[in-house]
């Protein structure tokens, strides 16, 4: 009985092995997402393979991950993954926290892509590195290959998956080269410091910024600075983001005339691989009707 048990042990594991070594409960292999944009990304490099799943870590209202504080329910969805996926450059403060309840979960970290020049204000890197379509590009790459080696039972998955996206992002950047790269007013004010990398892409110049931390309305000197730049430029627009408040930019546009639009830092959105590329293309159509 002892042998038969023990051979059955033996087929057990070898059916767990064969479906992907998968820690959850269907034997999937469980690929978990730090926030929205690495989600996106990894969808589509998961795309068609019935056996690798993506979750993504925390909900899609929480955003960006500003001082962002794991709760019971996050940890539980890591203990089932096989991979986490971050973006790293500093994004994900709670990082060693996962890493010390969960020393053993293999992370890869996207701020690793090669050719991405991070961009320092004020001594700390910015990390919303996938609003330029460039960087997100390379940061597909590095998934791609990271995916391949950890999990080598898909890489041929996912390689055609990245080449396809990677194929449709390129497409997506010369659309939107051709449609900013000539627009005639270059000059605006954004929501929060969410576009360094969208700007520099675009060679789009951010006069102001109303929330260096978003939820933390700028003080009165702070208004008063923005209201003086906007004042200076021909094309006076304010950028909200869907996700926060516009109230002060409501009050900016009143004392000084400005037009409100609104650009999205794609930190949150609807569950479809298409979701970046649909959000570019109608942030290209926003800053086109802004800044004609």
């Not at 450059?89 to 060693?96: A, C, K, P, W």
């Not at 400005?258 to 800053?287: F, H, R």
């Amino acid at each position: 009985m002892k042998k038969i048990f023990a051979l059955m042990l033996i087929v057990l594991c070898g059916l767990m092995i064969g479906c992907g070594g998968g820690k959850g409960t269907d034997g999937k292999f469980r690929i978990v997402t730090s926030f929205y944009p690495i989600y996106i990304d990894a969808l589509n490099l998961a795309g068609g393979i019935d056996d690798v799943e993506v979750v993504n870590l925390t909900k899609p209202t929480v955003g960006c991950l500003h001082d962002y504080q794991l709760t019971t329910e996050d940890m539980k969805t890591l203990e089932t993954a096989d991979i986490l996926i971050v973006n790293g450059f500093g994004m994900e403060s709670f990082l060693d926290k996962v890493t010390a309840a969960q020393p053993s979960l293999k992370i890869i970290d996207l701020s690793k892509a090669e050719d991405i020049s991070p961009i320092v204000e004020n001594g700390v890197v910015n990390p919303h590195v996938w609003l330029s379509v460039t960087y997100d590009k390379r940061q597909v790459v590095e998934l791609s290959n990271r995916l391949s080696e950890l999990d080598k039972d898909h890489a041929l998955n996912y390689r055609k998956n990245a080449l396809s996206y990677v194929t449709r992002l390129d497409a997506l950047r010369e659309e939107m080269h051709n449609a900013l790269d000539f627009l005639p007013n270059k000059d605006i004010v954004t929501f929060h410091e969410a576009f360094p990398y969208f700007a520099k892409e675009f060679d789009l110049n951010v006069i102001a910024v109303i929330e260096r931390e978003p939820g933390i309305e700028p003080t009165p000197k702070e208004l008063q600075e923005t209201i003086e730049k906007l004042n200076a430029v021909e094309t006076k627009v304010i950028f909200t983001e869907p996700q926060y408040s516009a109230k002060a930019a409501e009050t900016l546009a009143r004392e000084t005339g400005a037009k409100i639009y609104v650009l999205d830092p794609i930190v949150s959105g609807e569950d479809d691989p298409d979701a970046y590329i649909n959000a570019m293309t109608q942030n290209m159509k926003t800053l086109q009707t802004a800044l004609k």
